[in-house]
């Protein structure tokens, strides 16, 4: 059995990469995701004229917003081409397209860094955490945000098959995405210090909105077209899908983790 991959797993390869910037651009309009974004930025602890880093920087708009709350400078970084152009193209001033595996900065550069809703997708989460840290200076801040797909729930009146398809969600449809909720451990692994971790719960109940983001609805086919459900189960599921709709109970919820930490004065990269 074969498994998708994310198009945010490779922006610059998919068929439109222009349509991965209008979805960054519908998630920055929900208020859950620019509460969060702020929220982020916090753990970062900033102060004016400080310069941080912004690893997966998308669109820009988190980097933009970070500099003109806090009056800092920020570097922008994402390994696409097409996101960084639309950075540039937005007036981010800082950006670089460049691998986050591989950070082309002096190790100390920054009084910070982050990364939000990227370690989900990139090849190994672990060199690019080793990566952060390394670039950062002793007693600066890393934030890390993503979702962890292990929190999944969706009202259906069938939550057996609901399981079936969020766990495809969860083991297939990303690279890592059951992995948020171990972000503290990571950091406590390379020695990081005044570690914090807040959840934030989305809870969607407008249809709508989940599927012109998520395409919650088409995950089923999907699920079936690399033969991990039953075609027949997958129509299914869009019947329930529908059914709860139209009666009014559709819910569907995750849960992000933000996780805060310091850089003690000395770093070494976990063991593996």
Do not use: N
């Not at 910037?21 to 998630?27: A, E, P």
């Not at 955490?129 to 890393?142: A, S």
Request: net charge negative; hydrophobic share 40%.
């Amino acid at each position: 059995m074969s498994s998708p991959a994310h198009g945010f797993t490779a922006v610059d390869t998919q068929p439109a990469p222009a349509t991965w910037v209008g979805v960054l651009d519908r998630l920055d309009s929900e208020p859950f995701y620019a509460d969060y974004k702020k929220r982020l930025h916090e753990l970062l602890r900033p102060s004016a004229g400080e310069r941080l880093l912004e690893v997966g920087a998308g669109t820009g708009e988190a980097a933009r917003a970070a500099e003109d709350r806090y009056a800092v400078d920020v570097v922008a970084v994402d390994r696409s081409v097409t996101m960084a152009g639309e950075c540039r193209a937005r007036g981010t001033s800082r950006v670089l397209t460049a691998d986050a595996h591989r950070l082309p900065f002096r190790t100390g550069r920054f009084s910070g860094a982050w990364a939000d809703r990227v370690l989900q997708h990139v090849d190994d989460p672990h060199a690019v955490l080793d990566e952060m840290i390394r670039v950062v200076r002793p007693g600066g801040r890393i934030a890390l945000a993503d979702p962890d797909y292990d929190t999944q729930v969706l009202d259906i009146s069938d939550q057996d098959l609901a399981r079936r398809v969020l766990r495809f969600r969860a083991d297939h449809m990303l690279r890592h995405g059951t992995l948020a909720h171990r972000h503290a451990g990571l950091l406590a692994d390379r020695r990081l210090t005044d570690i914090t971790v807040e959840p934030r719960t989305l809870v969607v109940r407008d249809p709508r909105a989940a599927d012109r983001v998520m395409g919650l609805r088409t995950w089923a086919h999907t699920a079936a077209d690399h033969g991990h459900l039953e075609v027949g189960e997958a129509d299914r599921f869009v019947a329930l899908f529908d059914e709860a709709v139209s009666r009014g109970k559709f819910l569907y919820a995750v849960t992000f983790f933000l996780t805060g930490a310091t850089r003690p004065d000395t770093h070494a990269p976990a063991a593996t």
